[in-house]
């Protein structure tokens, strides 16, 4: 089919650059330069879809971002497809694809437009009524059927292919929206020396100048905006970026912009991101966003080629296309009349239906001597054709715009639609501005800025090119005479423009009488004005509870072109004034925004950093299997043969109590103490006492919270008098930094301590065993390694063949051990050495999951225990709180509920058959078999297969656990089906006295 | 996103922040004997104003230094930031 409905010589579009696309499987030619929609209608497609709750054939309404109908489903080469994309935003490139939403088989054929004969049963509210009961029905009939029926197109399955970015940018004007008075305040500022970003949304620049017919100093509209877009394209100290939609205003000017970068292009590379998410810190905002005409409400007035006024017109002043041959221009005031000439001027016969008297101004005058017809105090009443529209009924009004006196039918094959203009103030009001109703336009503008925002040109409600120019220059050069001080100010140009007259407040047309016609106020929501006359009659009153209830200004365009109109009925009905009904709250995004654009780039593995030991490729090379602690990677086990994680860390364990074990705890987390007062603020900041550690002691600390709850634990020793290294858990290693920098700056500054991370400066390996002291003896040769040498808890310095290294004998597994220290970079020297010295004592490294099997049946606490909730007498720490001194959170412990002698406690539990694994979670309770609820008695926090024993040991923190030694309880797991019968023991399963770590 | 002037780093995004409370409270001395209540009152009673707010925030992906910030709970304006030893 070839494009019937293009023109020869008029638009912007490149007419030398043939398109072919695909939609609903047929396939269109259009030009470059088109959207999806101008090439559409070029061909003379006005159905594109169907509507959401009566599946009602629909057309294009707009030409931009307020379209509320032409969403449509993309497919992308080689990748997987998108849902709801705008039409009227999508632009045209070779092979595209795309297809119309909610409707089944077929547009044209839509089985669910069933529910438009049964409209009667769809009143607002219907889903809230009728899915009420019986309550039954709920999860297995209703919910079903409607998220079936709900949304618009089709979801995506494969993760998105494409590459997304994200920019941050600094400037001291940000100006939003390309028309007049955008391009006259970004000129002003840049050439008074302001940093200027002008962002566009559509691909051409100018906006109203590109479709009126105005001229600026000597030129046309639309050159002088391009000669200004040039001439700001010229200077360094201005972005200009059009496909970019300024969609949210956030505290502090921060704007947030989201640039198209890839779909218009025909091959871009694997490398181009697809949009790019501007996070734009702007000293001042200018608003230029323009505003959105406003429809009018008729009979059946969204079908197929009933369209806006001002779409029609930039369809065929930048597009080249016509909307129809033979078009009634349908209107409540002067600037329809435009759309009337062009068509006029382009040999098609419009006819006027306006509602007024009569007008006189400038334009009205054109349109008069061009001898177009008009039919003044006419309104159109109703239309007719199902997929496409073919007549309207037009309706002489009586004397009080009450019925009709006289109807006539008229054919026609598009009703281009104007009900005045509605700023666009959704930037403005964002930012905080609460807006103000203005009478003479009818419309809501910005009032008091609360940041640095202001609005200008049509956005504020001056409509006129004249005041559009001089408020930019004036503005523009205002706000950067602020920031830069500079006093260049350009001239603002003398323009020429039509005149146009006072709109009529009329925009819902009465149905005659005995006539049931829907008359469509949101097209995408399928909200009439029967539905928003029940909301009220029913006693919705607030404009937010009409909303909600009728969905008014809900779907994807957000309301663009309905909200004003629900408003003006809603005061209608109401006898309200519409400043008293007020406006829904305007959020961001103003557009909808993909997810790929907010996320960036920060998907899969570059969610967050993943932290590597300097160890880490030795592991790899030895099959370890890595789990993630915290940010960090740390091996869980290393895999043998075809061992599972089971026997695998069971024989690490094993050779660990039997020979010797290398662990790396690199990310343990290591504070660097120095001062004068550091002895003192550990003596603070831990429950035990720390003023008389001995020089090359370590110490074992528990710490609190200020509500007594314990905080982390670990080992910090003295390495001189005043230099200490603490360290902490894996997990809490930041925040326990934290904690220290605001007790040493907020609440004791007089403490001469400094604190530094020292964490990811030394690599750690743990040596672990009855064999580590003689492995100890092959690495360090020049110390006495003996008992003696280096007692239990006591630190060395000394060099591993040459690095300098720090010896900690310290044990988290129960067995003699020591912990050695070099600096990262010669973290797998140290370690390789460890390996090859060890051999002859059957060194083997050992993960996380053999680490926590030594731990749990040594009854040492880790993270599962310390897990916010407990206190130290919960874990049998109760010995290490000093009576003698105060420290963080001890003021707590003698709150009522923690002195209670029934207090949880820190339990050993065993299965009674010795075999059965208790899953970690489970619940203990008195009898297995109880309904629920259950009552719980306490909970299993960690669970091993114990390699002492050869049974499973587990770790729970129990109610009154002191003095249930001894007793049968059951551990329940409803979420792994098992109820096991056990016994609870003490929490210290193997060398309960400890001889073993200092033997 | 808030902007917030760190007395030490000036001007930054608050991503680079963390919230530290009420900079109004102070821990009581230590070793001092003193009531459930006024340990109560210290540890968890926290007033909740609508307006004009004295908090600690801290440069933690910064300078990692304590300040205090004067800001307006419901609009988010940001009268003043000090160091800790600065009056706000």
């Known amino acids: 089919m070839s494009q019937t409905y293009r023109l020869n010589n008029v638009g912007y579009i490149n007419r030398d650059k043939k398109i072919s696309f695909k939609f609903n499987g047929k396939k269109y030619f259009g030009y470059k330069g088109d959207t999806l929609a101008s090439a559409l209608l070029a061909n003379g497609v006005h159905l594109v879809g169907r509507s959401f709750k009566y599946h009602r054939p629909r057309g294009f309404v707009g030409a931009g971002v307020d379209e509320p109908n032409a969403k449509v489903q993309l497919y992308f080469k080689g990748a997987d497809t998108e849902p709801n994309a705008n039409a009227t935003e999508v632009e045209l490139v070779e092979g595209l694809i795309a297809r119309s939403q909610n409707c089944w088989p077929s547009v044209s054929f839509d089985f669910g437009a069933i529910n438009n004969l049964l409209n009667k049963f769809f009143p607002a509210g219907f889903y809230y009524k009728t899915f009420m009961w019986p309550k039954s029905f709920w999860y297995k009939i209703y919910e079903p059927i409607i998220r079936k029926a709900a949304g618009l197109g089709i979801a995506p399955l494969k993760p998105d292919p494409d590459k997304y970015e994200h920019k941050y940018e600094y400037c001291d004007v940000l100006v939003a929206g390309s028309g007049p008075s955008g391009l006259s305040s970004a000129l002003a500022a840049a050439k008074n020396g302001a940093r200027v970003i002008l962002a566009e949304d559509k691909v051409r620049f100018g906006g109203s100048l590109l479709t009126d017919e105005v001229t600026i100093g000597n030129k046309k509209g639309k050159e002088w905006a391009d000669e200004i877009i040039s001439q700001l394209k010229s200077m360094p100290n201005v972005i200009v970026k059009n496909r970019s939609q300024v969609f949210g205003y956030y505290d502090h000017n921060m704007m947030v912009m989201c640039e198209r970068t890839k779909d218009h292009i025909e091959n871009p590379s694997e490398f181009t991101p697809r949009q790019k998410l501007w996070h734009i810190r702007a000293k001042e905002v200018i608003i230029s966003t323009g505003s959105i005409e406003r429809p009018l409400t008729f009979g059946n007035n969204d079908r197929p080629g009933i369209i806006l006024a001002s779409a029609a017109r930039e369809y065929m002043k930048v597009y080249g296309v016509l909307v129809g041959k033979k078009p009634i221009i349908f209107t409540n005031n002067d600037s329809a009349y435009d759309t009337a000439i062009d068509f006029k001027k382009n040999g098609i016969d419009p006819i006027i239906v306006d509602t007024r008297n009569d007008s006189q101004s400038s334009v009205a005058n054109e349109a008069k001597s061009l001898n177009i017809s008009i039919k003044f105090f006419c309104a159109v009443v109703n239309t007719k054709g199902y997929l496409r529209l073919n007549s309207a009924t037009i309706g002489k009004f009586n004397s009080d715009k009450s019925d009709y006196e006289k109807l006539e039918n008229i054919s026609c094959d598009c009703i281009c639609v104007s009900g005045n203009w509605t700023p666009t103030v959704h930037l403005s009001s964002q930012s905080g501005n609460k807006l103000k109703f203005n009478e003479t336009i009818d419309a809501f503008i910005p009032n008091q800025s609360k940041q640095n925002e202001n609005t200008i040109g049509s956005a504020k409600g001056s409509f006129t090119l004249k005041e559009s120019l001089e408020d930019g220059f004036k503005k523009g050069f205002e706000l950067s005479n602020k920031i830069t001080g500079k006093n260049e100010k350009s001239i603002t140009p003398t323009s020429n423009e039509k005149n146009y007259g006072q709109h009529d407040k009329f925009w819902c047309m009465p149905l005659p009488k005995k006539k049931h016609y829907k008359r469509f106020v949101d097209f995408q929501n399928d909200v009439a004005v029967s539905d928003i006359e029940l909301a009220v009659r029913e006693g919705f009153k607030s404009i937010e509870h009409v909303k909600r209830y009728t969905t008014l200004g809900m779907a994807t365009d957000q309301g663009k072109t309905s909200n004003l109109s629900g408003l003006q009925l809603v005061s209608d009905i109401e006898k309200k004034i519409i400043p008293e009904v007020g406006h829904t709250t305007f959020r961001p995004p103003y557009t909808p925004i993909t997810i790929g654009a907010i996320v960036g780039r920060e998907v899969g593995k570059h969610y967050r950093p993943t932290r590597k030991s300097p160890i880490h490729e030795w592991h790899e090379k030895n099959n370890a299997v890595f789990v993630d602690a915290g940010l960090w990677l740390r091996p869980r086990y290393y895999k043998k043969g075809n061992e599972n994680l089971l026997e695998a860390s069971t024989r690490e364990a094993r050779n660990v109590r039997k020979n010797v074990g290398v662990c790396d705890v690199t990310s343990l987390g290591k504070i660097d103490i120095k001062g004068a007062d550091s002895a003192e603020f550990l003596n603070r900041v831990y429950t035990n006492a720390w003023m008389k550690l001995p020089i090359g002691k370590g110490r074992y600390g528990v710490m609190l919270r200020e509500d007594g709850i314990v905080f982390d634990d670990g080992t910090t020793t003295r390495i001189s008098e005043n230099h200490f290294h603490m360290t902490t858990t894996t997990a809490q290693a930041a925040n326990v930094l934290s ?261 | 996103m808030l902007e917030i002037k760190c007395p030490y780093c000036g001007k930054r995004s608050q991503n680079e922040f963390s919230y530290g409370g009420d900079a109004k409270i102070k821990r009581p001395e230590l070793g001092k004997e003193i009531s459930d209540k006024e340990w109560d009152n210290f540890v968890y009673y926290r007033d909740n104003p609508k307006g004009k707010h004295s908090e600690l925030w801290h440069h933690i992906s910064g300078c990692r230094q304590w300040f205090k910030v004067s800001r307006d709970t419901a609009s988010h304006e940001i009268f003043k930031t000090a160091k800790l030893d600065e009056d706000l």
Not at chain 1, 747 to 768: C, F, I, K, M, R
């Open chain 1, 739 to 999: 904690h220290l920098e605001y007790y040493l700056q907020v609440v004791w500054p007089e403490l001469d301590v400094n604190v530094v991370s020292a964490t990811e400066q030394w690599a750690g390996a743990a040596l672990a065993g009855p064999n580590s002291r003689k492995l100890l003896g092959k690495l360090f040769k020049n110390i006495d390694v003996s008992n003696e040498g280096i007692q239990f808890m006591g630190y060395k310095e000394s060099d591993l063949f040459g690095v300098p290294a720090r010896i900690f004998r310290i044990s988290f597994s129960g067995e003699l051990a020591y912990e050695i220290n070099v600096e990262s970079d010669y973290g797998i020297f140290m370690w390789k050495k460890i390996i090859e010295l060890g051999k002859e004592m059957n060194i083997e490294p050992y993960g996380t999951e053999a680490l926590s099997t030594l731990r749990i049946e040594m009854g040492h606490v880790a993270g599962s225990e310390i897990d916010g909730r407990v206190i130290s007498s919960d874990l049998s720490l109760e010995g290490m709180l000093s009576k003698k001194k105060d420290f963080i959170g001890k003021r707590s412990l003698f709150r009522e509920a923690f002195v209670n002698p029934n207090r949880e406690k820190i339990v050993g539990v065993i299965p009674i058959d010795k075999k059965t694994m208790i899953p970690e979670g489970s619940h203990l309770v008195n009898d297995g078999n109880a309904t629920l609820p259950n009552p719980k008695l306490g909970h299993v926090s960690a669970s091993c297969w114990s390699v002492e024993y050869n049974n499973p040991f587990s770790l729970a923190i129990l109610k009154d656990g002191k003095n249930k030694i001894g007793e049968k309880l059951y551990a329940v797991s409803p979420l792994k089906n098992k109820n096991i019968p056990v016994e609870i023991i003490s929490s210290h399963y193997v060398d309960p006295k400890g001889e073993r770590v200092r033997s």
